[in-house]
């Protein structure tokens, strides 16, 4: 059992190129979440999906894109990367989106921005 | 919006000594309070969660937490560390705002056990 797959696990880019982070998961769950953990940060959420079909922002939204391809996968956009993006980002998943709900995490990606 | 905050980025212990990590929550309503743990190169996976049922709450690994109302705490503690314990800790506390819910985490708590 995969539980949450990201790919990949790490990259670097350039200030201004484009990337999306892939991030599926085999449990069934209706609820994805995307964070970044910065050094002395936490985490801190990114973006949301409470169902298929839905997304809404997080905290840290600004410069970041969503999609909630399927029940399964939710990927993560960044249109013109900037070195303030260079993070660890992690990909996670929730059987329903509530409050008390166990998440499930994938290992991350670690990216650079140079 | 609820918050938790976690006292002291770095705890250094030795093997065998007692480990506390702590954690203040901010919340007007009863809350939803996690502690994670994240091993080097890894996700986070959940230790122990409160909702309310019981204030001494027993997780994985031998840790358990004790949700005190009156000082607003939800502290993390193990009577005796193993090396394998060497990790960041997270407490976080369950939040829901317009009918969605999110989770919102502390700046974590690196834990260091020597020999």
């Known amino acids: 059992n995969a539980g949450v797959t990201q790919t990949p696990k790490f990259q670097v880019l350039k200030t201004g190129q484009s990337m999306t982070l892939q991030c599926a998961q085999d449990m069934n769950h209706n609820s994805m979440y995307w964070y970044r953990q910065d050094p002395g940060m936490g985490l801190r959420l990114i973006y949301y999906s409470a169902s298929e079909g839905t997304t809404d922002k997080g905290e840290v939204p600004n410069g970041y894109n969503v999609s909630r391809l399927n029940k399964r996968e939710f990927s993560l956009r960044l249109e013109s990367a900037a070195p303030s993006q260079t993070s660890v980002y992690f990909c996670?998943?929730?059987?329903?989106?509530?409050?008390?709900?166990?998440?499930?995490f994938g290992s991350g990606t670690q990216l650079s921005v140079l | 919006a609820q918050s938790v905050t976690q006292l002291g980025s770095h705890v250094s212990v030795s093997e065998g000594a007692l480990v506390l990590l702590r954690c203040n929550y901010s919340?007007?309503?009863?809350?939803?309070l996690f502690w994670y743990v994240q091993y080097p190169n890894q996700g986070l996976q959940l230790l122990l969660k409160y909702t309310s049922a019981a204030t001494l709450v027993k997780g994985i690994n031998g840790f358990e937490a004790e949700f005190k109302k009156s000082e607003t705490s939800f502290h993390l503690t193990k009577p005796s560390a193993h090396m394998s314990d060497a990790a960041e800790y997270f407490c976080a506390v369950s939040d829901q705002d317009s009918g969605y819910s999110t989770l919102t985490f502390g700046k974590g708590t690196m834990l260091l056990v020597s020999p």
């Open positions: 996670a998943s929730s059987e329903q989106n509530r409050i008390g709900e166990k998440l499930f």
């Open positions: 919340s007007s309503v009863p809350p939803y």
